[in-house]
């Protein structure tokens, strides 16, 4: 019989008079004690094999205990879509103002971004916006980029995915972030091109980058832009950390 997984346990450490709250997992898979911040969850998550007892587990953070503490100021807070929030759309900030008379479902106008209906539903309403905007923008880029490498494109879903921004599977199928759409445009166009041109090249030979800079004539800009910027675009749409589970 399958063992249950133990679930997470939250400990507290104290660095310069302060409480710190840190995450215990039991990870079958895990090969040795790890940390890694979790910015959905706004925490330091303590990663423990389940043959190490949690003694060692809390040992090996309490060292760790000025890495957690630094790691943890330098989290951003979540950015709840409500109104009156700013969001980026194609890198240009946007406001969400919520329009509860008007029947216009969500519509975007110069800087503003107006959602219709009750306040109730205008946060799901601004994540459907998104990804169908992200489909908008990106399906035609993906088959005009394929086009010119004479490729076929099989198929584009939309995800939410935290590790990468796009993929490419062998027969034809791309998935890209939809948070893409909150990034400018030159490094959309980039992430596009980089998962079309493994319609030609399923590896980062040479061969694939000169397949790269064929579709983008700078992806250094790009690349250096997600690297200082991305990750703070999860914080888009999610509840204060208080209300997550």
């Not at 980062?204 to 800079?213: I, L, P, Y």
Request: proline residues 5%; contains cysteine.
């Amino acid at each position: 019989m399958a063992r249950t997984p133990a679930l997470p346990q939250t400990l507290t450490l104290t660095v310069n008079g302060q409480d710190m709250h840190v995450l215990l997992s039991e990870h079958a898979r895990a090969r040795r004690i790890s940390l890694r911040v979790d910015p959905i969850r706004g925490c330091v998550v303590l990663v423990k094999p389940r043959r190490t007892s949690k003694a060692a587990a809390v040992a090996f953070a309490n060292e760790k205990a000025y890495w957690i503490s630094d790691r943890l100021s330098e989290l951003m807070p979540p950015v709840p879509f409500s109104d009156g929030t700013s969001v980026p759309i194609l890198g240009n900030m946007h406001t969400i103002r919520h329009r509860p008379d008007a029947r216009r479902g969500v519509w975007r106008e110069l800087e503003t971004l107006n959602v219709s209906g009750s306040v109730n539903h205008l946060s799901r309403r601004v994540h459907d916006w998104f990804k169908q905007e992200a489909r908008k923008v990106i399906s035609p880029i993906a088959h005009t980029y394929a086009q010119t490498l004479d490729r076929t494109v099989t198929s584009i879903s939309l995800r939410d995915t935290r590790s990468r921004w796009g993929s490419c599977t062998v027969d034809g199928k791309l998935s890209f972030s939809w948070r893409l759409i909150m990034t400018p445009e030159s490094v959309l166009n980039y992430v596009v091109a980089h998962e079309v041109s493994h319609l030609c090249e399923l590896n980062h030979s040479a061969r694939f980058w000169k397949t790269v800079d064929s579709l983008v004539t700078d992806r250094r800009m790009p690349t250096a832009w997600l690297k200082e910027h991305g990750g703070q675009l999860h914080r888009y749409g999610l509840a204060p950390w208080s209300s997550q589970a």
